[in-house]
Each structure stands twice: as C-alpha cells, then as structure tokens.
C-alpha cells in the first residue's frame, strides 16, 4: 500500500549510536512500540525517543488509521459506534507491516483492547507501557475536552482507564513509569534506559559472557558462576522519588514486581508470568499484608518478616525462589533435571523444603549443623516429606556452606559419571534468584511508614538487621541504590563479629576465631556468603573498572580461603564506612533485651530480633524512624525464650508442652508451628564432619530420585 511503501522508505535510516553509554545492541533488531492510556504522552515521548535514536516514528493514530481510513478518527468513531470501531481498528492494526522494525510505534489508548491487533504488533517488539498515574490523565483529558475515547458514551473517564490499566498490566514488555510535571525528555531518556539495559549478569569475581547463558534464569538455575564467583546484575535502574511516591499503598505482590522490574530479567520471565508466581508465592502468608511494619516503641518499628508458612524471613524468598528456579529448568537448552542443595544454620532449611516441597519433581537436600538449631528447627527439617534428604551434621554451619559450595562448584566430578543429568543448584542467597526478593523488604516497609504518616515521602529512615550471611542487610543496600531514602544501616550480630570488626577495619580476618554457639543461630556464622556482593558493589563505586574490580574481588576471596584473612585498601574501607555501621550484642545481652521488651510491651522478641534491638538502642537517632529486621517467630526457640523470661520449661522436648507454655494473646504462636506436633519424622540422617560420607549420602539420594 501507499502507507506501507512511505514508511518502509523512511524507515531505511541507519540509527545512531547514543553517546551515553547505552547497549544498543538490542535496538536495531525490534521495534519499539509504546503502550498506554490517552494522555500518557505517547507520541511525544515517542518523537523525542526518536530524535536520541534517529528512528521514524509511526504515530498509529495520526500515520496510519486516517491514512488507510482516509476521515478523522473520531469521525470514525462516531460512525461505528464503540464495537465497531473496536473491531475496525483492531483490523487495520493488523495490516501494519511486519518489515517496519527499525522504528518506535506510538499505538493508541485503545489497541491493546484488540489481542489479536496487539498479538501482531507485538512481533519482535519492545511493548513498552507508560505507566502514568489515572489522576495525571483524567486532568489531561479534561484540560483538552477529549470526547473521542471508545467507551466514553457510556462509562464514565475513570472507569475506562480503570479497565484498560488492567489490560495494560497484563501486555508489556518493560513498564517505564511516569509521573506529573516530567520532562518528556527524561521520560525518552529513561525508556531508552530500560530497552538497552544490559541483560547479562557478570561474576563478582571477573568472569562474564555476552550471550543468553548469564541471564537472569540462566543464573538462578547455575546459582553459581563458573570462576567460583556471585552473580550480580551490571546495572539496573532506580526510583525517583516521585515513582515511589506512586507505589505508596500498592499490595506487597505489586511493589516485588516493580522491585524486580528495575533489574535485567531477560527474555524468558516477561512480567505477566512474573506477577502470576508473585501473586502464587505469596498466597501462602498468613497476613495479607505479607510484611507488616509495627510500631515496637519510641521511634522504632518492627519488620515483620514471619508470616510465611515456616514463621522466618527466609520464606519471603524461598516461596518465590523455587517458582523462579522451576521456569529457569524449562527455559534451559538442556535437559538436565535439577536439584537443590542447601546449607543451613535452622531458617533456610526449613524455608526451602516448604518452598521447592509446593513444586513438582525438585529433589532437595538439606545440611544443618547437628546441635546449632532449635528444637522447633530441628522439628521442622526431620519431619520434612521423605522424597527429600535432610542431614544432620556433627559441625557448624560454615562448614556445611563451604561443603556445599565445593559440591557446586565441581559438582560434575565429585558426584561421578552416573549422576551428570543432573544439576544441583542452591537456595541460599548466594543464588541471586533468592537474594533479589530480599531487597523488597525496605522498600515495602518505608512506603508503609509513609502511608501510615509516621514519615513524609523523602523523609530517612535507619534500619538495623541482625545479619549473619549478609544477604537481608545487603538486600537494604540495594534498596538504598532503588532510591530508597535509607539514613543510617546498622549490621547488628551475636558473639560471632566478626561482620562488625570487619565494617570498622576492613579486614575480613576468621584466623584464631572460634564460632560460638549461640541462642540466635542464624547469626552463628563467619564465612558470610554475600560479603564478596558487597565488596564488588563498593569497589565499583570507589570508581575501579570492572575488570579491577573483579581481579580484587577474586584475590581478595582467595586469601579468605587459603589463608583465613583479606584487607580492604584505604579508599575502599572510607566508602564501606559511609555506607553501614556494626554493633553486636553478647548473650547476657541478648536474654536482658528479650526481658526487657516484654516487660515494657508485652512483645516477645525472638532472639535474631533481640540482637537487633540491643544495637539499634545504640544507634537510634532522635526524631528519625529506626525500622528492626524482626526476622523470625519467638516460637520457633522456646528453650531460648524460657530462660529470657525466667519461665520453666518443660520437662521433656515435648512440642505440644512448649507451645503451651509460650502461648499467650499479645504473642500468638504461628499455626504452622502448631502443627508440628501431628507430623511424623521422616528425617533421621546423622553424619559426622566426613565430606566423602555426607556426600555418599547425597549421591544415593539423588540416584533413586
């Protein structure tokens, strides 16, 4: 057609490399289609879009419909009615040409309402939804007297945008959201920033690749990169203040899926599908608020991170974590069949055999240290289905980490020939598939301080996390890195602090320190997994290339290992100093702040959550939120919680004694650990610190599943 013929001239250009430190790599090959309701500044943004790439830009509307229709498109609509118009539309769409690639499509508010229409425009495109707000448009739409849009002689403007947001939510590609008063400059600039975003994650180590096979369900389904390394993003893209703003009152499921959208998730998890295992995972907390933030007393609040079935924080990546890992199996381009191996210190372990026990096929094992868990824990991990494998083992929890990443990282020769189908891959955080969902917690939780009117928008707020592997308080760090006002971060541990020595010195030194066995277990570590994220993030902000950067790191991890010890230089160290504090708290400490907290309100704090409050008293600043990391139910350590409050146990390890002697109202004890009494064990592996038997253990267990 004369149309066709136009626009297949004009779109024979070459586009321009952006000057700003784009990947333009993906941008020659598919066209960018801009998405979303009347009013939201499509063609505008459009037209600017092309200007930085030197693309023709089709405004469907304007270039196409009026041109084959050959009358106005209102008139049209006037002629047709709402369905008929619908439908007319929808058929011209299809027409467009499959050939027009190297251009940006600016569609109507109404195309998306055609799938077929939208099905076919979608073909090797960027779908991009301009996510603005319906009062930014609804003043829009009246200051221009709009009376043109399908739907409107009937429904009133609120209702149809109300609608199409939903049509719209379900179709795109990457969401770029908008907000009253932007320049239609920086939204273009920031479009361009998420359709050029580089898509495959690197090693903190060094190591990376420019194809598929480092993006992002490639690397949850490797957990680890092939040099030893974490797999971290290269980048990903921010809040402004503004946007968050926008999500201010969004359910949890809605602000973890903009969270996640702000990293590469390559080109095998689209949000549609994203939302769908969000919205899945979290269906299985018992508040619907999924992580309240509670008022504990004076300026400080409680995160309440256990609410999931197994009553810790894990659960709130754990019971996503597997839905991830189940669709990265399907995508792979092998066909090895995946399990899962675990170390734990009590909570992760028991989180992941809820978590992968709700999908099909995954075999999972479990390693915790024998006598460094409590009863609950224990409870919870030996009554675990049988077609899973938990082991007791006769150490610590470091230990079980290092065994645990020695078998992935050379998994293929020390399980032997017979069990090369398959691919084990792990749930702790250094999976990135099972960090990413932590960085949601401060950011849910300082939209919810602003809802509520405890801060305005922009105001900081300090957190304190008792931290052991790292991963919840680097989880903070991220969000700070979103856009997240985070004032002062406080890492609180136990009698294990070695992570407090380390923020104030920069020395990561295990030589001639003995792991204490504690009340708070999940602290009782020394080798924190995600120090080496931390240590790469600050490094590449001290301003070190990213090949330095990852030679450092992987010289710094190797001294760790094979001499106990690593030392950060001067201008690292001053940069680790702006960023978090530590402070730690001994056992005496720990039982008086349980005591004292229940006395003064009534709220049983479990011990992790007591180590946090004793540093935050410290660090609390007069007139400035200090939001607590309450990482677990107080019921999940009854012995621990008896002796802090002076109460008698129970004679015998009976569970049901234990919950009725720590029930009360203020505190109720999570259902899910009440049932704890009517499950069979089906656990019993016990071995001693012998790597070749533990992993004998493993390799029958695999064999028969």
Not at 535 to 544: A, D, P, S, T
Request: glycine share 6%; charged share 20%.
């Amino acid at each position: 057609s004369t149309v066709h013929n136009m626009w297949l001239v004009r779109s024979s250009r070459t586009p321009i490399q952006d000057s700003r430190c784009y990947s333009t790599a993906v941008l020659p090959k598919k066209r960018i289609v801009l998405m979303g309701p009347p009013g939201t500044g499509k063609t505008l943004t459009g037209k600017a879009l092309g200007k930085l790439l030197n693309r023709v830009v089709i405004d469907i509307d304007d270039d196409w419909l009026e041109p084959l229709w050959k009358v106005p498109v209102a008139s049209k609509l006037s002629q047709l009615g709402d369905e008929g118009f619908l439908k007319a539309e929808g058929e011209a769409l299809m027409k467009f040409p499959e050939s027009l690639k190297d251009c940006i499509v600016c569609l109507t508010g109404s195309n998306p309402l055609h799938a077929d229409a939208l099905s076919h425009i979608a073909k090797d495109s960027v779908l991009v939804y301009l996510d603005t707000p319906l009062e930014t448009i609804e003043n829009r739409m009246h200051k221009m007297k709009v009376n043109r849009i399908v739907g409107q002689s009937t429904s009133s403007l609120r209702d149809i945008l109300q609608y199409r947001h939903k049509i719209y939510e379900n179709n795109y590609d990457i969401r770029v959201m908008t907000s009253e008063g932007e320049d239609v400059q920086e939204i273009a600039t920031r479009v361009l920033a998420e359709i050029s975003k580089d898509q495959n994650y690197r090693s903190t180590r060094g190591w990376r690749s420019d194809d598929s096979e480092t993006e992002f369900l490639e690397v949850i389904r490797r957990g680890l990169a092939p040099d030893r390394g974490l797999f971290i993003p290269p980048s990903w893209t921010t809040f402004p203040m503004s946007h968050l703003g926008r999500m201010v009152g969004l359910p949890y499921e809605e602000i973890v899926l903009r969270v996640f959208e702000k990293f590469p998730l390559g080109s095998g998890c689209p949000p549609g599908l994203l939302r769908e295992m969000i919205t899945s995972a979290y269906s299985s907390f018992s508040d619907k608020r999924v992580l309240p933030v509670t008022l504990l007393e004076n300026n400080q609040y409680l995160m309440e991170m256990y609410h999931g079935p197994t009553a810790s924080f894990k659960d709130l990546s754990l019971q996503l974590t597997p839905k991830l890992l189940t669709l990265a199996v399907s995508r792979a381009k092998d066909s090895k069949k995946m399990g899962l191996l675990v170390a734990t210190s009590g909570d992760t372990g028991t989180a992941a055999l809820d978590g992968f026990g709700r999908e099909n096929d995954v075999p999972v094992v479990v390693l915790y240290p024998t006598n460094g868990v409590s009863t609950i824990q224990r409870a919870q991990m030996v009554t675990a289905p049988k077609n899973t494998l938990v082991i007791g083992v006769d150490s610590d929890f470091d230990y079980c980490q290092t065994l645990v990443k020695d078998i992935l990282e050379r998994q293929e020769s020390i399980l032997g020939k017979e069990l090369q189908g398959v691919q084990l891959t792990s749930a702790n955080s250094i999976n990135f598939g099972r960090f990413l969902p932590q960085v949601v917690f401060a950011v849910s939780s300082y939209l919810q301080l602003v809802q509520s009117g405890k801060i305005s928008l922009g105001q900081q707020v300090d957190v304190t996390v008792p931290t052991g592997n790292f991963g919840n308080i680097l989880g903070v760090i991220f969000a700070r890195r979103l856009g997240v006002p985070i004032g002062r971060l406080v890492c609180a541990s136990n009698s294990n602090n070695i992570l407090t020595d380390f923020l104030s010195t920069g020395r990561y030194d295990i030589n001639n320190r003995q792991s204490f066995k504690t009340i708070s277990p999940s602290i009782d570590i020394l080798l924190s997994s995600n120090v080496e994220r931390f240590v790469n993030l600050i490094y590449r902000e001290c301003g070190y290339s990213e090949e330095e950067t990852g030679v450092r790191v992987a010289s710094h991890f190797s001294a760790l290992n094979t001499s106990g010890a690593f030392e950060l230089p001067s201008d690292v160290l001053a940069r680790v100093k702006q960023e978090a504090v530590g402070g730690w708290c001994s056992e005496d400490e720990c039982k008086e702040t349980i005591r004292a907290v229940q006395r003064r309100t009534g709220i049983i704090l479990d011990p992790h959550t007591a180590v946090a409050k004793f540093v935050a008293d410290k660090h609390t600043r007069e007139g400035v939120p200090m939001l607590i990391a309450s990482t677990a139910s107080f019921a999940k350590f009854p012995e621990a919680i008896f002796e802090s409050l002076s109460t008698p146990c129970p004679p015998s390890a009976n569970l049901e004694e234990y919950f009725t002697a720590l029930a009360n109202e203020r505190n109720p004890i999570p259902t899910n650990l009440m049932s704890l009494v009517q499950k069979p064990v089906n656990q019993s592996t016990e071995a001693p610190a012998d790597k070749e038997l533990i992993l004998q253990h493993i390799r029958n267990y695999l064999a028969k599943e």
